[in-house]
């Protein structure tokens, strides 16, 4: 397999260093990506990177995953405007042990093999080092206009509110620690996001400069939606790995609700699945855009690789009984269809007030599915609100006793995809 020629064709390689093919040709080579650790869960932003690293070692190559509870504690200046607030080392040390348990899903780490996947954390050759053995053994490699040429670290000069000492040394930081994998661990190789490639080269340098080694690179583009949003967000946020963070539900039907534009592309990044199929699976789409082949396959392959097949299922379930069948009433669904459901938002309500019939403007406010009464009106009078399966048309409609399925819920559903179960408690 060769692994660059595969990753331009799914889309997933932007800048790459000379001789970094011959390299991967030559032998099996040892390469790593970064994991910035300032949550306790990977987003799906993250799963690009994973992914390269999944293909690597699918390409006979060895993976290293770093998570970075040194460089964690600094802040990667690339693509930010100002600088973020710092963790605290209890806060992070959480965060990265649960990296670790997520990377081991995607990665083989079996010790049987001679490309076995190995996790890193640069606190473990930093926490030792001083501060002046650093500025004396590494810094005076890399000169101040080499580190201010960087696009990431020019656009914070520029801007109002310029950069810290702290920031302005991240790319050393980082740049040291390609040199410690590549000394130690005999890593020649050094992958990640397009913002990332300043920091990058500044370890090229340094292993060249320090060593007279010859270390290589590539990296991926950053990915945005065909509407110019954000990839990875929505109304609700990040998109997570973690399922108590982001359901499997809510999982599947963020990749299920892509445009047909973005799903032909990241049927090529976000699965394992050869060319010949994804080029009839996107001919079979253009014949049939209705049945959203694409859309349907994405969201299988990436919710069964993230969560499993039985996450897979249970969000595919969830999917059936929220969307597909919606001629069937919500009294069909038993008390347990009901408390199953998952990518639900739940509240509970006095039942006395259900009980003795309140009207839905004020249902709707006091429960927190609309904000307000004003916008609760607005929902109702643009057909935005379904409550039972049934559509409501009029603000003056009374919610009470008669609404409770099994006595106990109410199922309303806001806009085409955001739904609420009610508690009568």
Known sequence: MNLIAELKWRGMLQDIM????????????????????????????????ILLLVHLQKAGHKPFALVGGATGMVGDPSGKSEERNLLSEETLNHNLSCIKNQLEKFLDFNPALPNKAEMVNN???????????????????????????????????????????????YQLVQGFDFYWLYTHKGC???????????NITTGTELIRRIGGGEAFAFTCPLLTKADGGKFGKTEKGNVWLDPQKTTPYQFYQFWLNATDIDAEKWIKIFTFLPASEIEALTRDHAARPQD???????????????????????????????F??????????????????????????????????????????????????????????????????????????????????????????KGKKNYYLVTAA
């Open 123 to 169: 606190y473990d050759w930093f926490k030792n080092m001083r501060f002046l053995d650093f500025i004396r053994d590494v810094g005076k490699h890399i000169t101040v206009n080499y580190m201010s040429a960087k696009d990431s670290v020019k656009k914070r000069l520029e801007g109002e509110n310029g950069m810290s000492f702290t920031e302005f040394s």
């Open 324 to 413: 597909a069948n919606q001629s069937a009433t919500a009294e069909s669904l038993s008390e347990e269809d009901l408390q199953s459901l998952d990518g639900v938002t739940r509240f509970d309500f006095a039942a006395g007030k259900v009980a003795a019939g309140i009207d839905v403007v004020s249902f709707l406010a006091e429960t927190g599915i609309a904000p307000s009464k004003g916008e609760a009106r607005k929902l109702i009078q643009g057909g935005g609100i379904s409550i039972n399966r049934k559509k409501i048309d009029n603000i003056s409609h009374m919610v009470d006793a008669s609404h409770l399925l099994h006595n106990k819920y109410i199922l309303v559903q």
């Open 188 to 198: 020649k190789m050094q992958m990640g996001g397009s913002d990332q490639w300043g």
């Open 18 to 49: 000379p001789g970094t093919e011959e390299q991967l040709a030559k032998e099996m080579t040892s390469a790593y990506i970064g994991f910035d650790p300032t949550s306790d869960s990977l987003h799906i932003g993250s799963l690009v990177p």
């Open 292 to 322: 959203r082949l694409l859309q349907k396959t994405l969201a299988q392959h990436v919710t069964s690789f993230v969560h499993g097949e039985e996450g897979y299922k249970k969000a595919l379930a969830d999917t059936e009984k929220m």
